[in-house]
Nanobody, 122 residues
Framework: QVQLVESGGGLVQAGGSLRLSCAAS????????MGWWSQAPGKERELVAA???????KYDDSVKGRFTISRDNSANTVHLQMNNLKPSDTAVYYC????????????????WGQGTQVTVSP
């Protein structure tokens, strides 16, 4: 496992931007597939974006063209750039990682952060 700590959440108006960061501990970060999941009030947790060890990415249809996931293996960090935010993006965002890309995509990764709140006002 790696230990994950998210940062960068906050309150923003619709149309604004935020950049979430997830810092990972350990020396094996480059071997981990990473992802961001979100959980809105009263709803189940959902995959937002994932990035594989090799750099390929996957996005939920609702964020395509607005969000970008990236990783910096030299800094043990994964980022989620969120542009043109909508009130429907309001949620707690969680960083997750696993040696299995499938586990990240289906939500069974062995490492999870505590989450960071993103609130988008109309």
């Amino acid at each position: 496992q790696v230990q994950l700590v998210e940062s960068g959440g906050g309150l923003v108006q619709a149309g604004g931007s935020l950049r979430l960061s997830c810092a990972a501990s350990g020396r094996t970060f480059s071997l981990y597939n990473m992802g961001w999941w979100s959980q809105a009030p009263g709803k189940e947790r959902e995959l937002v974006a994932a990035i594989a060890v090799g750099g390929s990415t996957k996005y939920d249809d609702s964020v395509k063209g607005r969000f970008t996931i990236s990783r910096d293996n030299s800094a043990n960090t994964v980022h989620l750039q969120m542009n043109n935010l909508k009130p429907s993006d309001t949620a707690v965002y969680y960083c997750t990682g696993d040696r299995s890309l499938l586990a990240v995509v289906i939500g069974t990764g062995d490492s999870w952060g505590q989450g960071t709140q993103v609130t988008v006002s109309p």
